[in-house]
Nanobody
Framework: QVQLVESGGGLVQPGGSLRLSCAAS??????MGWYRQAPGKQRELVATITSNCATNYADSVKGRFTISRDHAKNTVYLQMNSLKPEDTAVYLCQATQIAAYGVLVYYWGQGTQVTVSS
């Protein structure tokens, strides 16, 4: 079982920055990532990072967001710069665990609200 605890959301003005954190408990965690869901919209991928720190970003956040990972702390971070109103959403942390027989199990955090507004 993996539990994810997110922090770092809040209200920020356009052009500002925020840093999200997601601490994971549990073992055999492979990839971790951030997704977001705005009201009335589908959940979308923001960024992911594998166990060997290969990263992937949505086109809409490339050059503005950076995902990183601290293996010792089992924590993933999302540094968000040059925030835009369209970045407003609930941001959710996801972790992929390699369970018995190589089965992948996906876990989600409770989400943290990011609001970009003047």
């Amino acid at each position: 079982q993996v539990q994810l605890v997110e922090s770092g959301g809040g209200l920020v003005q356009p052009g500002g920055s925020l840093r999200l954190s997601c601490a994971a408990s549990g073992s055999d965690i492979n990839a971790m990532g951030w997704y977001r869901q705005a009201p009335g919209k589908q959940r979308e991928l923001v960024a992911t990072i594998t166990s060997n720190c290969a990263t992937n970003y949505a086109d809409s956040v490339k050059g503005r967001f950076t995902i990183s990972r601290d293996h010792a702390k089992n924590t993933v971070y999302l540094q968000m710069n040059s925030l835009k109103p369209e970045d407003t959403a609930v941001y959710l942390c996801q972790a992929t665990q390699i369970a018995a027989y190589g089965v992948l199990v996906y876990y989600w955090g409770q989400g943290t609200q990011v609001t970009v507004s003047s």
